[in-house]
Structures are given as structure tokens and as C-alpha cells.
């Protein structure tokens, strides 16, 4: 909980935290280093109108650790996971002055579907970001199948947290 209350905007309280965990645990990836957690991504799945839909919650990596690809992983990851699930889509929102974020998911092929108005508590608008799977976009099966596990340096681990934490 301190990683994300230290790093984003939104103030979430611990039934949000246990909304995602307790329901979507295979939706929730630590990235540690020497056992200490340095990221995650907290993510839900479900049905939306007629789409099945995957959706990104929360993403931090602290200050230290990043450029190193380990959000790249995450994310990765919790796509993988949302594609195996049968979901349509991803969809998840961002500050629309997050520039590192905006860049991050533009280049795992989000593209911005809406900009919400004062979206966040702090006034800031968001983007509403999107990415539609193989059906849609064979290009994109690639990225998100086998094979990801390489880009992870060996030095870092990332795991799923289950209900027996
Ligand atoms: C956004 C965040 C999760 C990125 O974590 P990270 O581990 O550094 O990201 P990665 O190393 O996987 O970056 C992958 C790509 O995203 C882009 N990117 C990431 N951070 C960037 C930044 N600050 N400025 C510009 N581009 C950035 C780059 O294209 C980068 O690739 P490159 O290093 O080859 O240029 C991290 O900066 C963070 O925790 N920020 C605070 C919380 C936050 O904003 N979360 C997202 C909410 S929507």
C-alpha cells in the first residue's frame, strides 16, 4: 500500500486494495530485488457492455528502480494473463501530464480512446487509454505471448500474491 500512496495521486484506502487482491489475485504481480518490493500493477478483469475487459488500476515502480523495464514487465504480465482470461480489451486511465506513463503504454500499443474532464481528485484530466487484443490486432500477439519472461533482467523477480498473504 505505501509503494502506491507514495507514488500516485489518487488516494485509494485499503477496501480498494482489497477490492482488486481478494478478487483478482492472479491480477496483482510484486516485482522485488533482494526482497524488497520495488513495483507493482494491480489490475481487475470482468464483463463491460458486450466486451470482456481488462483493466489496469495501479502501476508504480519506485523512484530507484525505474527505466529498467520492470513497469514494461508488469504490465506485460497482467496482459498476459488478461489475453489467456479471454478478455477483449485493456483499458485504464492516466494523468493526461504523465508523460512517462503516456509513453510507457503507447509503446505496448494503448492508444487514447477518451480524454476525461477533471477526471482525478487533484483536477487533472485523463486519458482514457485502450488496447484491443489479436482478434483485433494480430500484431499484437507477440508481445504479450511466450517469451516475455526474457526481457526480465535476472536480477529481479516477479511474482503473483495469492490469498494466503
Ligand atoms: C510510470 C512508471 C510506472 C514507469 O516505470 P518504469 O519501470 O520506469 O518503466 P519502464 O522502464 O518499463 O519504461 C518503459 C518505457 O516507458 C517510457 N517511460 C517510462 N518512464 C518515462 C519517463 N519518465 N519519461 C518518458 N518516458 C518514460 C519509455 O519509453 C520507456 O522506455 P525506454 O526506457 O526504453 O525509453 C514509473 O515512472 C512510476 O511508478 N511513476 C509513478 C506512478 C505512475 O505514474 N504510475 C502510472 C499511473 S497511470
Given at each position: 500500500m505505501g509503494l502506491v500512496d507514495d507514488e500516485l495521486s489518487e488516494p485509494y484506502s485499503i477496501f480498494t486494495y482489497r477490492y482488486f487482491v481478494y478478487l483478482w489475485p492472479n491480477l496483482t504481480f510484486l516485482a522485488f530485488h533482494k526482497e524488497k518490493c520495488v513495483g507493482t500493477v494491480v489490475c481487475k478483469m470482468g464483463d463491460h457492455r458486450n466486451t470482456f475487459r481488462g483493466y489496469i488500476a495501479m502501476l508504480v515502480v519506485i523512484k530507484p528502480y525505474r527505466g529498467r523495464g520492470i513497469a514494461t514487465e508488469l504490465v506485460t504480465r497482467s496482459i498476459r494473463v488478461m489475453m489467456e482470461s479471454g478478455c477483449d480489451e485493456v483499458t485504464l486511465e492516466a494523468e493526461v501530464t504523465n508523460?512517462?506513463?503516456?509513453a510507457l503504454y503507447?509503446?505496448?500499443?494503448?492508444i487514447r480512446a477518451k480524454r476525461l474532464f477533471r477526471y482525478y481528485l487533484n483536477g487533472v484530466d485523463a486519458f482514457r487509454l485502450k488496447l484491443l487484443f489479436p482478434r483485433q490486432n494480430p500484431m499484437l500477439a507477440t508481445t504479450f505471448t511466450d517469451g516475455g519472461d526474457d526481457q526480465l533482467d535476472n536480477q529481479y523477480e516477479c511474482s503473483?500474491?495469492?490469498h494466503d498473504f
Open positions: 508523460k512517462g506513463a503516456l503507447g509503446r505496448l500499443g494503448f503473483q500474491m495469492y
